[in-house]
């Protein structure tokens, strides 16, 4: 997950995809109390335990070699599955809209990661069903019509005291124990192996620490053996495990190796060990190897192609989709349909996700703020949330995916953004990061660790209820009917340069719970606040209107209306195809820059100036030279996005008038989070040439865009 992140990259993520971050560790004689099911306590040495109990207390000792024979000792049997009374599992709530997807399979698959639900209920999270009880979130997921439960896994999520990197403190025996109540209540469970300490996702694929130094043929016999253990055990303890991922989010590596061949080997000995424990417990199990960033077809098919050219064993080729990250139905169909048809592999969504609303429920602020990075048409209200996920489905479905597994949608906040959260994020894990995974993971985790950044993701509300648009992969395959209603009037943008006529729309867009029936309806400006816009000067003024209701009451609607001075600088979003007014200057052979045509990479538009070197260090400007300009002061930004940076990295918003330099430094640091550099107070005398850009001395693999340049005059 992986764009417009706060509390990682978690981007391309983002993530988790773009967008969060992973952890993993070893604990050591480590004692937690906490609620929901029950207080636990683990004590291991290599940071993988045993918890026998899925419902009280629970404590656990010994190594992962251990951990396998008494998983087998006290769990032999299979899980017995719960029957929920037909009334509780036939009991929906019907306040959404939710259009059927005609065609689909009966095995389609309907999946739920949900790897943070034991740390939740020990930082005292309760999850509640339809009826309002507390009640063991497996069982309101299988009501709701989950029938696929997603466990990563981290090898040791813990540091040398014990310490969990939180995250969901995902080791083998937490999946056991989550694993046993998805198997209870009828739900299948897919096995998401990381192969690292903490997350792995394009940003950070590190080495477990048990693996340093190993060469690359002691790595792969490390992983195979590893892969073994963990599904000895999850098979022993009597878990439905129907499908593994070898890796996640893969693109550029694994387990610390990033040469593709070194990771098709890896992939080799952990597909090895599935298909051998597959064998033995005489179960179909499936293999998945974990893409991202589907937007990049070249990319993706490079990838799949190194697969099949190395051999790889594998059924499934699993894609993380996040609409507000990955693009549009059609790009993600055509990366579903370009894996199905050039290569004969199967394809489901691994992670996908929407929110349902701008909420911050936790203090720590969210990877999606679901304000102005959501999708159009799909806002962040519960219905706007259930209709992105069936529309997902719906699209996956058209394109001949399996079906979609909702990432973390029971991942919500352990207490209210005004209390003091610190305490249960780092005791149980329950947060993103805890500041003890600082030393596997210093870049990331160790400078931005904290709680939950995707609560307002979740299918349940930030109390543990379940939310309306949870009951989708039920609806899906029936429908739901709802009255009619607006359910979002989005607000209305309109930007005016001074001396502008400004003109309000008469109509405006709303959204229903149908989208179907979206339209333009009349709006009513208030007339007191439109007498104050003022286009002589600049002004920034909020002008609320309202709209007639389907139930004929008023709704109310916001114009942000924006008078700006004149920009100065020629092209400065670099939309127009003429560019001649820009020039590039760089040090060595080899032109790091180039002008690009990607929507996601601009902060308007279509174009932006984009730069990446894989062949070493790069030092350049972009520039353009300005004259006739009227004597005064001047105001000069732009905006700038992107990743990789080294601590030594140097980017300079630069203005030049005669021998005066105005310098604004500042510093990129994930996919689309867009820094906004700005210089005032530029002085200009009659005649004076400026010539404005950027400087970017940067690193090697270091990445970005720099768009929208504006001089005004103050």
């Not at 056991?176 to 998805?182: P, V």
């Not at 340093?212 to 878990?239: H, P, R, W």
């Not at 500041?435 to 109390?463: K, T």
């Not at 989708?472 to 001396?499: E, M, N």
Request: proline share 3%; with cysteine.
């Amino acid at each position: 997950m992986k764009k417009k992140t706060i509390c990682r990259v978690m981007a391309a993520a983002i993530s988790c995809s773009m967008l969060l971050q992973g952890c993993a560790g070893a604990a050591d004689n480590k004692e937690v109390a906490g609620s929901g099911t029950g207080n636990s306590q683990t004590s291991s040495s290599t940071g993988n335990s045993e918890k026998a109990n899925d419902s009280g207390n629970t404590e656990s000792t010994g190594t992962i070699q251990n951990d396998a024979a008494n998983a087998s000792e006290a769990s032999s049997e299979s899980v017995a599955p719960i029957i929920t009374p037909a009334e509780h599992r036939d009991k929906v709530d019907t306040t959404i809209f939710v259009k059927k997807i005609d065609n689909l399979p009966e095995n389609y698959i309907c999946g739920m990661d949900a790897s943070s639900v034991l740390v939740e209920e020990n930082s005292g999270v309760n999850y509640y069903n339809y009826d309002g009880e507390v009640a063991d979130v497996f069982e309101t997921l299988a009501d709701s019509g989950v029938n696929y439960i997603r466990l990563r896994v981290w090898n040791n999520p813990y540091d040398k005291d014990g310490n969990g990197y939180g995250g969901g403190n995902n080791d083998v025996a937490t999946a056991i124990e989550l694993g046993k109540r998805a198997t209870r209540y009828g739900m299948k469970v897919c096995i998401d192996f990381h192969y690292s300490d903490f997350w792995a996702d394009p940003k950070r694929q590190h080495c477990p620490k048990a693996w340093e130094g190993m060469d690359l043929n002691a790595k792969s016999d490390a992983l195979y053996d590893f892969t073994v253990d963990s599904l000895t055990q999850l098979l022993d303890a009597g878990i439905d495990v129907s499908m593994v991922q070898v890796g996640n989010e893969i693109n550029y590596g694994m387990s610390g190796e990033k040469a593709q061949a070194n990771v098709t080997k890896l992939l080799s000995a952990g597909s090895k060990a599935v298909r051998e424990m597959a064998d033995k417990y005489g179960k179909d199990i499936k293999v998945v190897i974990h893409y991202t960033n589907i937007q990049d077809i070249p990319e993706l098919t490079n990838l799949v192609t190194n697969l099949g050219l190395a051999g790889v064993d594998y059924d499934i080729i699993g894609l993380s989709y996040y609409p507000f990250w990955n693009g549009g139905f059609d790009e993600m169909q055509a990366a579903v349909q370009m894996i199905k048809n050039d290569y004969g592999k199967e394809v489901l969504l691994a992670e996908t996700s929407y929110c349902y609303t701008s909420e911050e429920g936790d203090g720590t602020g969210n990877s999606i703020s679901g304000e102005g990075d959501i999708v159009d048409g799909y806002p962040a209200t519960v219905q706007g949330q259930a209709n992105m996920l069936r529309d997902t489905m719906a699209a996956a479905n058209d394109a001949g995916a399996l079906g979609v597994f909702y990432w973390e949608g029971t991942w919500i906040p352990v207490g209210k953004p005004t209390d003091n959260n610190s305490e249960k994020w780092e005791t149980y894990g329950s947060g993103w990061a805890s500041s003890f995974a600082a030393d596997y993971d210093p870049e990331d985790a160790g400078l931005y660790y904290g709680g939950c950044s995707w609560d307002n993701q979740a299918l349940f509300d930030f109390e543990g209820n379940p939310l309306a648009s949870l009951n989708t992969f039920k609806l899906i395959r029936t429908g739901s009917d709802a009255p009619l209603q607006i359910d979002a009037i989005p607000d209305v943008y309109r930007t005016f340069v001074v001396g502008d006529k400004i003109e309000l729309p008469d109509k405006v867009d709303v959204i229903y719970n149908d989208t179907s029936r979206n339209t333009k309806v009349p709006v009513t400006w208030d007339a007191d606040t439109v007498a104050q816009i003022d286009n002589s000067g600049q002004q920034s003024i909020n002008v609320p209107g309202t709209v007639e209701g389907t139930d004929g009451e008023p709704q109310t609607i916001v114009c942000h209306v924006e008078v700006k001075l004149p920009n100065l600088v020629v092209n400065p979003s670099f939309e127009d195809s003429d560019i001649s007014m820009w020039k590039v200057e760089y040090e060595g052979s080899t032109n790091p820059t180039d002008l690009q045509e990607k929507a996601d990479d601009a902060y308007t538009g279509d174009f932006a100036y984009h730069f990446w070197s894989g062949d070493g260090d790069m030092d350049f400007t972009i520039y353009q030279e300005l004259t006739d300009l009227e004597e005064g002061s001047y105001r000069l930004e732009c905006f700038a996005q992107g990743g990789d940076m080294s601590g030594d990295s140097n980017l300079e918003l630069f203005a030049v008038v005669g021998d005066e330099t105005y310098k604004k430094t500042f510093m990129v640091t994930n996919w689309a989070e867009w820094k906004n550099p700005v210089i005032d107070d530029i002085k200009i005398a009659t005649g004076d040439t400026i010539k404005i850009g950027v400087h970017y001395t940067c690193n090697k693999g270091s990445w970005g865009t720099v768009d929208d340049f504006a001089l005004t005059k103050n």
